[in-house]
C-alpha cells in the first residue's frame, strides 16, 4: 500500500474517490437479482452446486469394490483426526507378495471441518464429498461412519 501524502484538499478528493468506488460495488449488488431457496418446501427440487462438501464418501465400482489401498495418506492429512483407517497385511494368492489391505474406513462427520485435504492427499481418488447436507441426528455416535464396505475383502 502506498504511502501517499496529499495535501488538505488531494485527501478530501481522494478520499470522495474511495468512498464513491465502495459505493458502486455496493449499488451493483443492490440492483443484482436475488435468490432465495425455501428449503424445507423445495427440498425435492433443490440441486445443490457440483463444488459443496456435504458428507466424505467412498465411491465403489460395478463390482462393489472402492479404490482405497489403505495407504493412510487421508488420515495424516487430516488436521483434526477425524478419519481413521485400519488395514491389515495380506498375501496376494497369485504373486504370493504382501499388501496392505483395507479393514474399516471410519469418518466422524461431527468433527470434521470440510477442509478437504483428505481428497486432495488421496493418490487414487477414493474418496470425495457429496453434495449431502442434511446430517440433524439427536446423538454425535451417529456421526461416526464406515464408509467401506466390511462385507466383502479388497483385491
Same mark, same amino acid.
Given at each position: ?10 485527501? !478530501? ?14 449499488? !451493483? ?39 482405497? !489401498? ?13 478419519? =481413521? ?40 481418488? %477414493? !474418496?470425495?464429498?457429496?453434495? %449431502?447436507?442434511? =446430517? %440433524? ?19
Amino acid at each position: 500500500m502506498e504511502n501517499k501524502k496529499y495535501s488538505y484538499m488531494g485527501g !478530501i478528493f481522494h478520499g470522495l474517490k474511495t468512498l464513491l468506488t465502495g459505493m458502486k460495488v455496493t449499488w !451493483i449488488e443492490f440492483f443484482t437479482k436475488k435468490t432465495t431457496e425455501q428449503y424445507p418446501e423445495n427440498r425435492n427440487s433443490l440441486v445443490m452446486f457440483e463444488r459443496f462438501r456435504g458428507t466424505l464418501t467412498m465411491p465403489v465400482d460395478e463390482n462393489g469394490r472402492n479404490k482405497c !489401498i489403505a495407504c493412510g495418506l487421508c488420515e495424516n492429512a487430516c488436521p483434526n483426526g477425524t478419519i =481413521h483407517v485400519e488395514s491389515e497385511m495380506v498375501t496376494d494368492e497369485e504373486t504370493g507378495k504382501k499388501k496392505k489391505v483395507l479393514v474399516r474406513y471410519r469418518y466422524d462427520l461431527g468433527s470434521c471441518m470440510f477442509c478437504q485435504l483428505c481428497v486432495n492427499a488421496c493418490p487414487t481418488g %477414493a !474418496i470425495a464429498f457429496s453434495t %449431502a447436507f442434511e =446430517h %440433524a441426528v439427536y446423538t454425535r455416535d451417529k456421526l461416526v461412519k464406515t464408509l467401506n464396505r466390511t462385507t466383502d475383502k479388497q483385491s
